[in-house]
C-alpha cells in the first residue's frame, strides 16, 4: 500500500471540499471495496477523508411518504429495518443476496453504489485494462468471459457491475443527494447515476471529483410483490451471473431490472410494458441488441429462465 495523508471530516461540505483540494483524494467509510484495492496498488489515492463521523447514518421517513437512507447507513441496518422489509422488500432481500455478513456490518449505502465495476483482469496489474489504465486497451475482450456484460458493452470493456442493492435501487426509483465541493446539493436519479463504457470505461458515475454522497430517497412505497433473485457460481459470497429484481402488481403490471449483465444496472423502463404478457417479451426487449461471448452466451436463455422464475414468484399468493 502506498503512503498516504488522513483527515477526518466534520460536515458533509467540508468533506467535499477536502476531498477537492488534493487531485485523486477518496472518501472513506467502511473501506470494504477501496481498501483491498490500495493493499493492490490498484488504486493509489494520495489523500483520504473519514467521513464516518457526519451523522449520515439514519433512516427517516420524508414528506412524500417515502425513505431518506443516509450514505452511511450500513447494509445490515439497511436490510433489518423494519420499514425497508415491510415496503420495500426487494431492497432488503437484495442486500442480504450479497456479500458476507462481516462486509454488511461495514459496508454503506453509498459505498455499495460506488463500488468499482470490475472483473478478474481489472484486478490483474500485469494485464493491460482500460479502467486502471485508460487507452491500454482491454484484456477481457477475446479471454474468459464467463462472468462479463452481454448489454450496454463497449469495444472499452466488458465488466459487469457486482452491487446487488443497486439494482433494486434501480427497480425502485431511487435518487441520490449529493453535496459538490463548492457547497451546493444536487439530485441525481438511479438511472442516471452509473454510467456505460463506450470510450471511458474508467468513468463510472456521474458524481465530480469531490462530490460526496449524503443519502439515497425512496419514493412512496409501490405496493405489490417484491422478488429479488439472484443466480451465481456458488451459494454465498459470490457476484451474479444473473439477477433479478422486480415489483409486480396484483394486475401483472410492474418493473424489472437485472443485475450480472451489463456495467450498471440494467433497467429498460419500455420492456416493463410487456410483463402481463410474459417473460418472453420482457426478456427479449430487455436484451435487444446484446453481443454475448462463447463464455458467457449461456446468460441469455439464463435471464429468460430466471424472469420466468421472478414472474411464477410474484404470482403466488
Known amino acids: 500500500m502506498k503512503v498516504f495523508s488522513y483527515e477526518k471530516a466534520r460536515t458533509p461540505a467540508e468533506a467535499a471540499a477536502a476531498a477537492a483540494r488534493v487531485p485523486g483524494a477518496r472518501f472513506i467509510a467502511g473501506g470494504t471495496n477501496l481498501l483491498d484495492l490500495m493493499k493492490l496498488e ?4 494520495p489523500h ?3 467521513v464516518n463521523g457526519l451523522g449520515l447514518d439514519r433512516i427517516e421517513p420524508t414528506k412524500e411518504g ?3 437512507l443516509g450514505a452511511l447507513v450500513r447494509n445490515t441496518d439497511l436490510a433489518a429495518d ?6 420495500y422488500g426487494v431492497l432488503s432481500r437484495a442486500l442480504l443476496a450479497g456479500a458476507s455478513a462481516q462486509l454488511r456490518n461495514k459496508a454503506t449505502t453509498a459505498g ?3 463500488q468499482r465495476t470490475r472483473c478478474p483482469y481489472f484486478y490483474d496489474t500485469n494485464q493491460p485494462c482500460n479502467k486502471r489504465q485508460p487507452g491500454s486497451g482491454c484484456s477481457a475482450i477475446g479471454g474468459f468471459t464467463r462472468h462479463h456484460a452481454i448489454v450496454g458493452t463497449s469495444e472499452a470493456c466488458i465488466a459487469t457491475h457486482p452491487s446487488d442493492m443497486a ?5 425502485l426509483d431511487a435518487s441520490v443527494e449529493t453535496v459538490q465541493p463548492n457547497g451546493t446539493t444536487r439530485v441525481i436519479p438511479i ?5 456505460l463504457p463506450g470510450n471511458t470505461p474508467h468513468i463510472e458515475h456521474a458524481l465530480v471529483p469531490g462530490e460526496l454522497i449524503t443519502a439515497v430517497t425512496l419514493p412512496r412505497p409501490l405496493g405489490g410483490k417484491h422478488v429479488y433473485q ?8 459470490a457476484f451474479a451471473l444473473v439477477s433479478v429484481a422486480a415489483v409486480v402488481q396484483p394486475d401483472g403490471t410492474g418493473r424489472i431490472a437485472l443485475g450480472g449483465v451489463a456495467h450498471k444496472p440494467w433497467r429498460i423502463p419500455a420492456a416493463e410494458q410487456n410483463l402481463p404478457r410474459g417473460g418472453r417479451a420482457v426478456t427479449d426487449q430487455l436484451l435487444a441488441g446484446a453481443k454475448p461471448m462463447h463464455d458467457n452466451a449461456f446468460k441469455v436463455p439464463l435471464v429468460g429462465r430466471t424472469i420466468d422464475a421472478v414472474l411464477a414468484e410474484t404470482r403466488k399468493g
Do not use: Q, W
Open 48 to 50: 483520504l477523508v473519514d
Open 42 to 45: 490498484i488504486e493509489t489515492p
Open 191 to 195: 438511472a442516471d447515476f452509473h454510467k
Open 230 to 237: 439472484k443466480v451465481r457460481d456458488r451459494a454465498s459470497y
Open 167 to 171: 439494482v433494486a435501487m434501480a427497480v
Open 112 to 114: 455499495n453504489l460506488l
Open 66 to 68: 417515502g425513505l431518506r
Open 82 to 87: 423494519e420499514r425497508v422489509r415491510r415496503d
